[in-house]
């Protein structure tokens, strides 16, 4: 019986606070960003083989990297502030957002994707990168021609890292749950990812 994603959904980014090894990290207010439209998702693994007797006898083949390739339906200037460190211009007279130097915020991020079962009934699985930080890396707009909107969107790209959350050996990228509603999926990732009810007001 097929399992295949059919639509994806609440896309959420909140600030990393803090994090002490052996233990969750804690997040600031998450928020839910603008609709999503696709993320894609690259995982690197080592390839590091052990050969004896002329043979493979065994092989560290653990995940190493993992990279989000995300696109929604716009960033607002407050988006923009809580995903890249934007800053507000100072000189209330000139106004303004700042793009500068600095370092993109570690977060968490989250979304929803939409599995169909070969019998028509739908799950919905929750993921949650636990520590990732986002650029844009290229931007692009367009004039009107005639009567054709030609939709901006924008594409960020980030990089996850891996955090001891259980002080066991192995460490951990993300995490995932699945759920049979949609509601219940949003509120697991709302309490992780602490997303109130005005954060998530859009949605």
């Known amino acids: 019986m097929s399992y295949a994603t059919v639509g994806m959904m609440y896309p959420v980014f909140s600030p990393l606070v803090s994090h002490t090894p052996g233990s969750m990290p804690v997040y600031g207010t998450g928020r ?26 065994d ?15 716009g960033l607002t200037p407050e988006d923009k502030r809580v995903l890249f460190g934007e800053t507000l211009n100072a000189d209330t007279l ?3 957002q700042w793009e500068s130097d600095n370092d993109t915020p570690y977060g968490g991020f989250a979304h929803i994707e939409r599995m169909r079962q070969g019998d028509g009934t739908k799950k919905y699985e929750a ?4 520590k990732i930080k986002f650029q844009e890396t290229s931007h ?36 995932h749950e699945t759920f049979d509603t949609v509601g219940a999926a949003k509120a697991w ?15």
């Open 127 to 130: 993921y949650i990168a636990l």
């Open 94 to 96: 000139t106004g303004g």
């Open 140 to 175: 692009t707009a367009r004039t009107k021609e005639g009567n054709q909107i030609s939709w901006g969107v924008p594409r960020i790209s980030g990089t996850a890292a891996s955090l001891d959350v259980d002080g066991g050996e192995a460490l951990r990228f993300r995490l």
């Open 59 to 73: 092989s560290d083949n653990g995940l190493t990297a993992l990279g989000y390739d995300f696109e929604n339906t």
């Open 189 to 203: 990732i709302n309490s992780i990812l602490n997303v109130t009810a005005t954060t998530a007001a859009t949605t």
């Open 32 to 57: 839910v960003l603008q609709e999503a439209r696709e993320v894609n998702i690259s995982k690197t693994f080592n390839t590091n083989p052990l050969y004896g007797d002329d043979q493979e006898v």
